[in-house]
């Protein structure tokens, strides 16, 4: 064993990507012995070997009970819970940050000898994976909606290193049109992570800076920019993308909104690797919710959102073993933006479509229907026989109410 120099965060060596290693031979089992060394000697909890500068999947634990293990490709398979606590790492010196983990992980790699063997743990030794874990696989994120949202804590809670969040421009939002930055940006701010907005992704200066960074994959999620060729091309693992509709059905910006109008009974999310065609890519995993009477948009994308965080971490940590599947392109249909008028509705729509519509176009351009008050903006109704029955409505500038309160003033 021998004691090896630790690099600091400014190191280039520790921006390159860790390679998976493909045999472990007595070279491997040195470098694991290298590692130990070196962490116990430093002191800390856990190393990378991309932290000696040598850029392969292996890295050294030690965990609550003091015992030590080293591991060649490691991964999180499971995972459950969630904690918050402070941690430090040996690449730079003196940081201590807040930062939420998993609270139990299941990881699997290969030991010293090569033997496949899958390590349960919680608590402190669950986070010193989860740390060292971060070291091995380099992240971009790019989204911008709130559905995005969980996807980024995820791969956050995961362990992935996360080298950037890309996401729109703040822009006036809400009726004072007040700045406002986007839900991504919130949360990348909230867990301390670097945030770049360009106007558009294509800039030759973005590409440029996404390849020095030598992502392994780039994740988008509800980013609201087509993902240029050159982007494209940069990370080896591709560009992995989670849509939330059961593809190829309701290609587009507004699937979940679709597959309500629609009346669909089952929607779901699709992880898929991205090409230069909008929601085109060949699928990678799918996951499947039935949609209920009573589901409206936000409920729904709530829903979607979790299912879509959980199942691409599945995904990422098994990218390596998927046959990419292609899409069935005669079946496809599409989901545009709405628009404004989608919502402008008469009574002889019908009870059930204006039941979908209702649901559908929450929170926005929402539903109007004329009543002896003017047009008033329904929030929620139910069907009655072959009646539309608002439950809870709004007039202009007032705030919501039930409807029978308000109709009946009429």
Not at 123 to 147: I, K, M, P, S, Y
Not at 302 to 322: K, P, S
Request: proline share 8%.
């Amino acid at each position: 064993m021998a004691l090896r120099p630790i690099l600091t965060f400014e190191h280039p060596a520790l921006r390159e990507k860790a390679k998976k290693v493909s045999r472990v031979d007595t070279s491997i089992q040195r470098l694991i012995d290298d590692l130990t060394q070196t962490m116990l000697d430093a002191p800390g909890a856990g190393l990378a070997a991309n932290q000696i500068g040598v850029p392969l999947r292996v890295c050294v634990v030690k965990g609550d009970d003091n015992q030590i293990w080293g591991l060649v490709n490691p991964e999180i398979v499971k995972h459950a819970g969630s904690q918050v606590g402070y941690e430090g790492c040996l690449s730079y010196p003196g940081w201590v940050g807040e930062v939420e983990r998993y609270e139990t992980v299941v990881v699997k790699g290969r030991n010293r000898h090569g033997k496949e063997v899958r390590i349960k743990s919680s608590g402190f030794t669950a986070r010193a994976f989860q740390h060292e874990l971060d070291h091995l696989v380099r992240l971009v994120f790019a989204g911008t909606a709130a559905f995005a949202v969980p996807s980024l804590r995820s791969l956050h809670a995961a362990g992935h290193d996360i080298v950037l969040v890309i996401t729109q421009p703040d822009r006036p939002a809400h009726r004072g049109l007040k700045v406002t930055p986007s839900p991504v940006k919130v949360a990348a701010q909230e867990l301390g992570l670097g945030v770049l907005q360009p106007e558009k992704i294509r800039d030759p200066a973005v590409v440029e800076r996404l390849r020095e960074l030598q992502p392994d994959v780039i994740v988008v999620v509800a980013y609201a920019q087509i993902i240029p060729r050159d982007v494209l091309a940069i990370p080896p693992g591709g560009v992995v993308n989670v849509h939330g509709s059961l593809l190829p059905r309701h290609r587009g910006a507004a699937p979940i909104a679709h597959a309500i109008l629609a009346g669909d009974g089952e929607t779901g999310v699709t992880i898929m690797r991205m090409d230069e065609q909008l929601d085109h890519g060949p699928i990678l995993a799918m996951g499947r919710t039935s949609i209920g009477p009573r589901d409206d948009a936000p409920a729904l994308s709530e829903r979607l959102a979790a299912m879509g965080a959980e199942l691409l971490v599945a995904t990422l940590a098994h990218l390596d073993e998927i046959s990419p599947v292609e899409q069935d392109h005669e079946r496809a249909t599409v989901a545009p933006r709405l628009r404004r008028e989608d919502g402008e509705l008469d009574w002889a729509a019908g009870a059930e479509e204006i039941d979908r519509r209702v649901r559908a176009l929450q929170p926005w351009p929402g539903v109007t229907l004329p009543t002896k008050r003017g047009r008033v903006k329904v929030l929620s109704g139910h069907v009655e026989g072959d009646r539309y029955v608002p439950d809870l409505v709004q007039l202009p500038g007032k705030r919501p109410a039930p409807a029978r309160q308000v109709l009946d003033d009429a």
